[in-house]
C-alpha cells in the first residue's frame, strides 16, 4: 500500500474549546472543515497518521524525525491540560525512513530531540482525528532551514518507506497560513500576508504543487507563514501521481490564515514529477546565468569549484583584467543555492596583495568556513549563485539619517566588537533594521545606541 490520503490543516489552539472557552466559535468554517478532516480519516482505517510539524524538533540543516515508542502531550501550556493524548509511534516505519535517509546521505533522522512531549502543531489535528479514529500510531516529523526542494525529497523518501513496508498511510501537513492578514491580529498587518494566503490556497486548491516552489523565501518571511514547509513535504510524498484536490476551507477573522484541503491520489501520472521538473528549469537557467557572469563571478566559481573537487586552492589566473590585478579592495562573496543562502564571507578592507587574490580566498571561506552551514559538497556546485561585493571605503557617519539601505552598507562598531551588513539585501527594508541586524553580527545590544556607525558603497557583480 502506499498513501491514502493527503490533508492540510491549520493548528489554532483556540480551536480546542477547552482551550478557546468560546472563542473557537469565530472559526466555525474551520472546525466543520477539519470534523470532515477526521471522518474521511476514519472511514480510510490506516495504519499509521504521518504529521509534519512546525512546531516538533526543528533544525536549520537536518529534518527530525521523532524516535522511541511513543509519547505523550497536553495542552497545559494553554491552560488545558486535561486535554491529553498519548500516543504511539510507529518504529518499523520511523526506522526504515532513518534507514533511507543514512543510505542515500540525506540529512534527516531520529537524532537530536531536546523534548519529547508532543508539540500543539501535532496535538491539534489529533483532537479531531481521535475523536473519530483511534486506530492507527503516528510518525512525527519536522521541518527544516533547509531550501524548499530537500523537503520535497523527504516527501518522496516518506512515501517510498511506507511502500516498502506495505503501510496503508495517511498524510496530515499541519501549517497555518500567513499570520499577518489583519491590523488587529497578534502579528500585525504586511500586504505579503493576503497575498500569501490567496496564493497557496489557489495552488493547493488545484494540487499544482509545482507551483510550490515558486513561493520566494524573502516573500513567505515577510508574509510570516508557517506551514508552507510542511505542504511541500506532503506534496513530496504525492510525487508522480494524479491527485484530486478539495478546497474545504479558508479563514482569516483572526489575522492568522487556516486553510484547509484534501487530496485523495489515484493513479501515476508522469507529468506530476514536480521536483524533477523544477531541477530541470533550474539547471536551464543557471546554465544561461553562467555564460554571462563576469570577470568577478567567474573567479570566485572557479575559486570555489577547485577547492571542492581538489581540496587545495587555486593559483591566481595569468589572464586577469587589471582591474583585478592592480586594486586592492575588500570583497565578499555570497552564495546561494535554490533561492537558501549558502555562505557569505568577505573582508571589510583589503588583506591581500590584489583584489584577485581577496575574491579567490573569500570565496573559498564562503563554500567551506561559513560557521552557519557545512561545507558545500561536490554535488551542490551546480546548483550554486555566486554574487562578488566589492566595497568602497568606509566613511564615518553622524546619524543614521546619513544612510540609505539601498544604497550604503553599514559598519557597527563599539570597543572591539564590529558588524557589517551589506546594502540592497532582500528583506531588509529600513536603516533601524540595517543596523539592528549588523549590531546583532557584532553582539551587541540592541538597545546600546553609543555605536560607532560608518557607510559603505559596494559594486555587486552578479
Given at each position: 500500500?502506499?498513501?491514502?490520503?493527503?490533508?492540510?490543516?491549520?493548528?489554532?489552539?483556540?480551536?480546542?474549546?477547552?482551550?478557546?472557552r468560546?472563542?473557537?466559535?469565530?472559526?466555525?468554517?474551520?472546525?466543520r472543515?477539519?470534523?470532515?478532516?477526521?471522518?474521511?480519516?476514519?472511514?480510510?482505517?490506516?495504519?499509521?497518521?504521518?504529521i509534519?510539524?512546525?512546531?516538533?524538533?526543528?533544525?536549520?540543516?537536518?529534518?527530525?524525525?521523532?524516535?522511541?515508542?511513543?509519547?505523550?502531550?497536553?495542552?497545559?501550556?494553554?491552560?488545558?491540560?486535561?486535554?491529553?493524548?498519548?500516543?504511539?509511534?510507529?518504529?518499523?516505519?520511523?526506522?526504515?525512513?532513518?534507514?533511507?535517509a543514512?543510505?542515500?546521505?540525506?540529512?534527516?533522522?531520529?537524532?537530536?530531540?531536546?523534548?519529547?512531549?508532543?508539540?500543539h502543531?501535532?496535538?491539534?489535528?489529533?483532537?479531531?482525528?481521535?475523536?473519530?479514529?483511534?486506530?492507527?500510531?503516528?510518525?512525527?516529523?519536522?521541518?527544516?532551514?533547509l531550501?524548499?526542494?530537500?523537503?520535497?525529497?523527504?516527501?518522496q523518501?516518506?512515501?517510498?518507506?511506507?511502500?516498502?513496508?506495505?503501510?496503508?498511510?495517511?498524510?496530515?501537513?499541519?501549517g497555518?497560513?500567513?499570520?499577518?492578514?489583519?491590523?488587529?491580529?497578534?502579528?500585525?498587518?504586511?500586504?505579503?500576508?493576503?497575498?500569501?494566503?490567496?496564493?497557496?490556497?489557489?495552488?493547493?486548491?488545484?494540487?499544482?504543487?509545482?507551483?510550490?516552489?515558486?513561493f520566494?523565501?524573502?516573500?513567505?518571511?515577510?508574509?510570516?507563514?508557517?506551514?508552507?514547509?510542511?505542504?511541500?513535504?506532503?506534496?513530496?510524498?504525492?510525487?508522480?501521481?494524479?491527485?484530486?484536490?478539495?478546497k474545504?476551507?479558508?479563514?482569516?477573522?483572526?489575522?492568522?490564515?487556516?486553510?484547509?484541503?484534501?487530496?485523495?491520489?489515484?493513479?501515476?501520472?508522469?507529468?506530476?514529477h514536480?521536483?524533477?521538473?523544477?531541477?530541470?528549469?533550474?539547471?536551464?537557467?543557471?546554465?544561461?546565468?553562467?555564460?554571462?557572469?563576469?570577470?568577478?563571478?567567474?573567479?570566485?566559481?572557479?575559486?570555489?569549484?577547485?577547492?571542492?573537487?581538489?581540496?587545495?586552492?587555486?593559483?591566481?589566473?595569468?589572464?586577469?583584467p587589471?582591474?583585478?590585478?592592480?586594486?586592492?579592495?575588500?570583497?565578499f562573496?555570497?552564495?546561494?543555492?535554490h533561492?537558501?543562502?549558502?555562505?557569505?564571507?568577505?573582508?571589510?578592507?583589503?588583506?591581500?596583495?590584489?583584489?584577485?587574490?581577496?575574491?579567490?580566498?573569500?570565496?573559498?571561506?564562503?563554500?567551506?568556513?561559513d560557521?552557519?552551514?557545512?561545507?558545500?559538497?561536490?554535488?551542490?556546485?551546480?546548483?550554486?549563485?555566486?554574487?562578488?561585493?566589492?566595497?568602497?571605503?568606509?566613511?564615518?557617519?553622524?546619524?543614521p539619517?546619513?544612510?540609505?539601505?539601498?544604497?550604503?552598507?553599514?559598519?557597527?562598531?563599539?570597543?572591539?566588537?564590529?558588524g557589517?551588513?551589506?546594502?540592497?539585501?532582500?528583506?531588509?527594508?529600513?536603516?533601524?533594521?540595517?543596523?539592528?541586524?549588523?549590531?546583532?553580527?557584532?553582539?551587541?545590544?540592541?538597545?546600546?545606541?553609543?555605536?560607532?556607525?560608518q557607510?559603505?558603497?559596494?559594486?555587486?557583480?552578479?
Amino acid at each position: 500500500m502506499s498513501i491514502l490520503a493527503a490533508f492540510m490543516v491549520p493548528h489554532p489552539p483556540m480551536i480546542v474549546p477547552a482551550v478557546g472557552r468560546g472563542s473557537e466559535a469565530q472559526i466555525s468554517k474551520t472546525i466543520r472543515a477539519y470534523e470532515q478532516v477526521s471522518e474521511e480519516i476514519a472511514a480510510l482505517e490506516p495504519d499509521t497518521i504521518i504529521i509534519t510539524s512546525p512546531h516538533s524538533v526543528m533544525y536549520a540543516d537536518y529534518f527530525h524525525i521523532s524516535p522511541g515508542k511513543s509519547a505523550r502531550g497536553d495542552f497545559g501550556q494553554f491552560r488545558a491540560s486535561q486535554v491529553s493524548f498519548t500516543e504511539n509511534y510507529d518504529t518499523e516505519l520511523v526506522a526504515a525512513i532513518d534507514r533511507l535517509a543514512r543510505e542515500t546521505g540525506f540529512p534527516a533522522g531520529v537524532m537530536g530531540e531536546r523534548d519529547k512531549r508532543l508539540d500543539h502543531g501535532t496535538m491539534v489535528p489529533l483532537y479531531f482525528i481521535r475523536r473519530r479514529y483511534s486506530g492507527g500510531k503516528i510518525v512525527r516529523i519536522g521541518l527544516s532551514g533547509l531550501p524548499f526542494t530537500e523537503h520535497y525529497r523527504l516527501g518522496q523518501m516518506i512515501r517510498e518507506a511506507v511502500e516498502s513496508l506495505g503501510r496503508r498511510a495517511v498524510f496530515v501537513a499541519s501549517g497555518d497560513l500567513s499570520h499577518k492578514l489583519q491590523d488587529y491580529g497578534p502579528y500585525g498587518y504586511a500586504p505579503e500576508g493576503p497575498q500569501y494566503d490567496e496564493r497557496i490556497m489557489d495552488v493547493c486548491g488545484r494540487a499544482a504543487f509545482g507551483e510550490l516552489f515558486d513561493f520566494d523565501e524573502t516573500f513567505c518571511d515577510r508574509a510570516a507563514e508557517c506551514g508552507h514547509r510542511s505542504f511541500v513535504i506532503m506534496a513530496g510524498a504525492l510525487d508522480g501521481l494524479s491527485v484530486k484536490a478539495e478546497k474545504l476551507s479558508h479563514e482569516d477573522v483572526t489575522g492568522v490564515g487556516y486553510g484547509i484541503c484534501t487530496f485523495h491520489p489515484g493513479e501515476p501520472d508522469d507529468s506530476r514529477h514536480f521536483l524533477d521538473e523544477y531541477l530541470k528549469k533550474a539547471e536551464d537557467k543557471l546554465s544561461a546565468e553562467r555564460a554571462n557572469e563576469d570577470p568577478y563571478v567567474r573567479l570566485a566559481r572557479a575559486s570555489v569549484e577547485h577547492y571542492i573537487l581538489k581540496h587545495r586552492k587555486m593559483e591566481m589566473p595569468q589572464d586577469l583584467p587589471a582591474e583585478l590585478t592592480n586594486r586592492r579592495a575588500g570583497a565578499f562573496v555570497s552564495i546561494r543555492e535554490h533561492g537558501k543562502l549558502r555562505g557569505c564571507i568577505g573582508t571589510i578592507s583589503p588583506v591581500r596583495d590584489c583584489l584577485a587574490q581577496e575574491i579567490i580566498d573569500n570565496a573559498v571561506s564562503a563554500s567551506t568556513r561559513d560557521p552557519r552551514f557545512d561545507p558545500i559538497k561536490a554535488g551542490e556546485l551546480k546548483w550554486l549563485e555566486i554574487s562578488v561585493d566589492v566595497l568602497g571605503d568606509p566613511e564615518p557617519v553622524s546619524s543614521p539619517d546619513e544612510l540609505d539601505v539601498k544604497r550604503y552598507g553599514v559598519i557597527v562598531t563599539k570597543g572591539r566588537k564590529r558588524g557589517l551588513l551589506l546594502p540592497d539585501l532582500d528583506g531588509v527594508d529600513t536603516v533601524e533594521e540595517q543596523i539592528s541586524i549588523a549590531k546583532s553580527k557584532a553582539g551587541i545590544a540592541d538597545w546600546d545606541k553609543r555605536v560607532e556607525l560608518q557607510r559603505f558603497e559596494v559594486v555587486r557583480h552578479h
